[in-house]
Every structure is written in structure tokens, then in C-alpha cells.
């Protein structure tokens, strides 16, 4: 038993010169894995950029204001401010009746669907 | 070729990984001080060839550079991921070429100053990784990250797919293995503890 521990005790006394023996990377090593690293990250980093799409400035003001869903919302605000000046409802007409007299034309032009812009022109 | 000094040293491996993914050269340059020293040891230390141990630290680099896109922080630690690519690639290098017996060992790398403690810790070394050499792949592996690399067995189970009864099964007998073929060679080269 006593040799047995003799045995594992300068077994240890072998790891702890393995430890404190460690081989170093030589700068030559340490270069090539560099190398490998900035080749392989350069690779990524293109194939990234290529699968992200780009487009025609039309495209990208299309993807910067939100997409289809964003458009949605647009074009239903600009399509009822349409029709509003096209077709101006009752209760529109009577308040600028009582405004300005019935003799008044009013046009309401909406140029986008957060302003609200009107302009009325007294009929001559 | 010098290399930067690790100035991320308060950033986690995978975090570093993260980085180097999206493009960093610095994380690049952290990750390839910090780890490749402790690549080539293990690897050193499977395949007792200097040689192959830097071609085996080299491609266990280049196969965390590729992975780093789809590394999932939080799973597994980078080294123990490393551990394991390394010991795979021992392990396809021993399986080709089976390697030098002990009469064969390795010289030492290096010539040291002549103090006599530097030569016998050398020899030391040199002894075990001899020894280390003569052991199944698989003790080796156990021995190694336990004793020389100084995991605890959990990890290595974790690195060598087991339980950790088996991870302690195997570096007992790897121990006791070691033991036996250096006092052999103790009682052969005359030297004394």
C-alpha cells in the first residue's frame, strides 16, 4: 500500500512537470491561426453583406418607411382624403355653409395622410 | 510576428465569439492568445508531437472560426467544445499513423539553461508523456484533462460524452498504468524522485 502511494506521489510529482513544461505556441503558429481567423471572419462578414438585400432607391425608401404594412395604412389615408375632396360629405358642406355663406365652393385638398392641408377658394 | 496582449481579458470566450462573428478583429485577436496555448497543450499532450500538435491546434482554431455564426452562447463552454475537436483530431491523426513507442519518446523541445531542476523537470515530462503515449486514446484523453489540465470530472464528462463514473474509471486505470510503466523507467534511467 505504502508503494502504491509512493507510486501516485512521484506520479504527481510527473504532472506537475508536465504543467510547469507546457509547450508554448511559437509566434509562427500564433500568425497562422491569425491568418485562418481574419481569412475565415472576412468570408463571413462578405457573405453577410450579400444575402442582405439592397435594391433600387425606390425599394429602399419602400423598406425604410416600413414596408407593406406601412403602405397599407398610407394608401387607405390617401385614398379616403381623395374621395373627401371629390366628394365632400353633407355635414362638410354645411359647416362651411354657415361659415362663409352658401356661395362659397370649398375644395379640400390632402396631400399627405398626416397633414391635412386645406385650401379654400372662394367661388368668384 | 507579435501578438496583441488580451485586452479583452474581462470578456467571457463566447461573448468574445459572439464578436468575433460580427466582425471584430480584436475579439479574433483575444480568442487566438488566450486559446491557442491551451489548444496546443492538450493537443501536445494526446499526440506527443510537436509537429502534429500545431497542425492539430491550427485546424481545431480554423473549426471554431467556422462554427462562430452559429455558436448558441450559454450552451457549452468554448473549451470544453474545444477539447473536444482537439481530441477528435488526435484521435483521426492516431488512428492514420499510430504513434512513436516509448523507446521513441520525443526529445525535449527546448534547451534550457543547465539548472538542474529545469532537466528534471524536463525529464519528468518527457517520462510521462512517454508513458502517456503507451495508454488507449481514451485514458489518455481522461488523464490528461484531469491531471494535466486539471478539470474536474464533470467537464470531462462532458467533453468525452460519459458519466462521470466512467471519467473517474478511466483516469483511475490510467493512473495506475502510468505509475507501473514510470517506475520502469525510473529503475531504467536511474533517476530518483
Given at each position: 500500500?505504502?508503494?502504491?502511494?509512493?507510486?501516485?506521489?512521484?506520479?504527481?510529482?510527473?504532472?506537475?512537470?508536465?504543467?510547469?513544461?507546457?509547450?508554448?505556441?511559437?509566434?509562427?503558429?500564433?500568425?497562422?491561426?491569425?491568418?485562418?481567423?481574419?481569412?475565415?471572419?472576412?468570408?463571413?462578414?462578405?457573405?453577410?453583406?450579400?444575402?442582405?438585400?439592397?435594391?433600387?432607391?425606390?425599394?429602399?425608401?419602400?423598406?425604410?418607411l416600413g414596408g407593406w404594412p406601412a403602405m397599407g395604412g398610407l394608401t387607405t389615408a390617401a385614398v379616403a382624403g381623395l374621395w373627401i375632396g371629390?366628394?365632400?360629405?353633407a355635414a362638410l358642406q354645411e359647416m362651411t355653409d354657415g361659415y362663409l355663406g352658401p356661395d362659397t365652393t370649398v375644395y379640400l385638398i390632402d396631400?399627405?395622410?398626416?397633414?391635412?392641408?386645406?385650401?379654400?377658394?372662394?367661388?368668384? | 510576428?507579435?501578438?496583441?496582449?488580451?485586452?479583452?481579458?474581462?470578456?467571457?470566450?463566447?461573448?468574445?465569439?459572439?464578436?468575433?462573428?460580427?466582425?471584430?478583429?480584436?475579439?479574433?485577436?483575444?480568442?487566438?492568445?488566450?486559446?491557442?496555448?491551451?489548444?496546443?497543450?492538450?493537443?501536445?499532450?494526446?499526440?506527443?508531437?510537436?509537429?502534429?500538435?500545431?497542425?492539430?491546434?491550427?485546424?481545431?482554431?480554423?473549426?471554431?472560426?467556422?462554427?462562430?455564426?452559429?455558436?448558441?452562447?450559454?450552451?457549452?463552454?468554448?473549451?470544453?467544445?474545444?477539447?473536444?475537436?482537439?481530441?477528435?483530431?488526435?484521435?483521426?491523426?492516431?488512428?492514420?499513423?499510430?504513434?512513436?513507442?516509448?523507446?521513441?519518446?520525443?526529445?525535449?523541445?527546448?534547451?534550457?539553461?543547465?539548472?538542474?531542476?529545469?532537466?528534471?523537470?524536463?525529464?519528468?515530462?518527457?517520462?510521462?508523456?512517454?508513458?502517456?503515449?503507451?495508454?488507449?486514446?481514451?485514458?489518455?484523453?481522461?488523464?490528461?484533462?484531469?491531471?494535466?489540465?486539471?478539470?474536474?470530472?464533470?467537464?470531462?464528462?462532458?467533453i468525452m460524452q460519459l458519466s462521470v463514473e466512467a471519467v473517474e474509471s478511466l483516469t483511475a486505470r490510467g493512473k495506475r498504468t502510468l505509475a507501473?510503466?514510470?517506475?520502469?523507467?525510473?529503475?531504467?534511467?536511474?533517476?530518483?524522485?
Amino acid at each position: 500500500m505504502t508503494q502504491g502511494n509512493d507510486d501516485m506521489s512521484a506520479l504527481d510529482s510527473h504532472f506537475a512537470a508536465a504543467r510547469n513544461t507546457a509547450p508554448t505556441p511559437s509566434s509562427d503558429l500564433l500568425a497562422r491561426v491569425l491568418s485562418d481567423a481574419e481569412a475565415v471572419q472576412a468570408g463571413q462578414v462578405q457573405t453577410r453583406m450579400a444575402s442582405t438585400p439592397r435594391g433600387t432607391p425606390l425599394a429602399q425608401l419602400f423598406r425604410a418607411l416600413g414596408g407593406w404594412p406601412a403602405m397599407g395604412g398610407l394608401t387607405t389615408a390617401a385614398v379616403a382624403g381623395l374621395w373627401i375632396g371629390i366628394s365632400p360629405p353633407a355635414a362638410l358642406q354645411e359647416m362651411t355653409d354657415g361659415y362663409l355663406g352658401p356661395d362659397t365652393t370649398v375644395y379640400l385638398i390632402d396631400t399627405s395622410a398626416d397633414v391635412a392641408l386645406g385650401l379654400i377658394e372662394e367661388a368668384s | 510576428m507579435d501578438m496583441a496582449l488580451d485586452q479583452m481579458s474581462d470578456i467571457s470566450d463566447d461573448a468574445l465569439l459572439v464578436l468575433f462573428a460580427n466582425g471584430d478583429r480584436g475579439a479574433a485577436h483575444s480568442l487566438t492568445s488566450r486559446l491557442t496555448p491551451r489548444v496546443l497543450a492538450h493537443a501536445y499532450r494526446m499526440t506527443g508531437n510537436r509537429a502534429e500538435a500545431e497542425d492539430v491546434a491550427q485546424e481545431a482554431m480554423l473549426r471554431l472560426w467556422k462554427i462562430a455564426p452559429d455558436w448558441r452562447q450559454g450552451e457549452a463552454k468554448v473549451t470544453t467544445w474545444l477539447y473536444r475537436v482537439v481530441a477528435n483530431l488526435c484521435t483521426d491523426r492516431l488512428r492514420r499513423a499510430r504513434l512513436a513507442p516509448l523507446e521513441a519518446a520525443p526529445e525535449p523541445e527546448d534547451e534550457r539553461p543547465s539548472v538542474v531542476e529545469a532537466m528534471q523537470q524536463q525529464a519528468r515530462a518527457d517520462a510521462l508523456q512517454a508513458a502517456l503515449g503507451e495508454l488507449p486514446d481514451r485514458q489518455r484523453q481522461a488523464v490528461v484533462l484531469r491531471h494535466i489540465e486539471g478539470l474536474a470530472n464533470p467537464e470531462i464528462a462532458e467533453i468525452m460524452q460519459l458519466s462521470v463514473e466512467a471519467v473517474e474509471s478511466l483516469t483511475a486505470r490510467g493512473k495506475r498504468t502510468l505509475a507501473t510503466a514510470l517506475k520502469h523507467r525510473q529503475d531504467e534511467l536511474g533517476y530518483t524522485e
